[in-house]
């Protein structure tokens, strides 16, 4: 895919000397550098917990039928 982007004129020109003394292209080490930050972000991002919001309990109330949620929900759902 082709992109246009704008780099500063001083970080071009340091990217453009490294590209010349490696032999390799502009492009290509501005795609190395994206997947280097995508990797390290990739990496160093924390995993996504969900809180502990359960209860003590037993499930429903005694004397409820299991259905009810579930009436309930597809009640809300229509009103």
């Known amino acids: 895919m082709k ?6 004129d ?4 340091r990217v453009m000397a490294v590209a010349a003394e490696q032999g ?10 994206l ?3 995508l ?7 924390p995993p996504y917990l969900l809180a502990d919001l359960s209860v003590c309990g037993d499930g429903l109330a ?6 009810l949620p579930r009436e309930l929900a597809y009640d ?3 009103r």
């Open 3 to 8: 992109m246009t982007i704008d780099i500063d």
């Open 62 to 67: 005694p004397g409820l039928p299991w259905e």
């Open 24 to 33: 390799t292209s502009l492009d290509a080490l501005v795609v190395e550098g």
């Open 76 to 78: 809300d759902a229509e």
């Open 35 to 37: 997947r280097l930050v």
């Open 10 to 13: 001083e970080l071009a020109e």
């Open 39 to 45: 990797r390290r972000r990739t990496e160093a991002a």
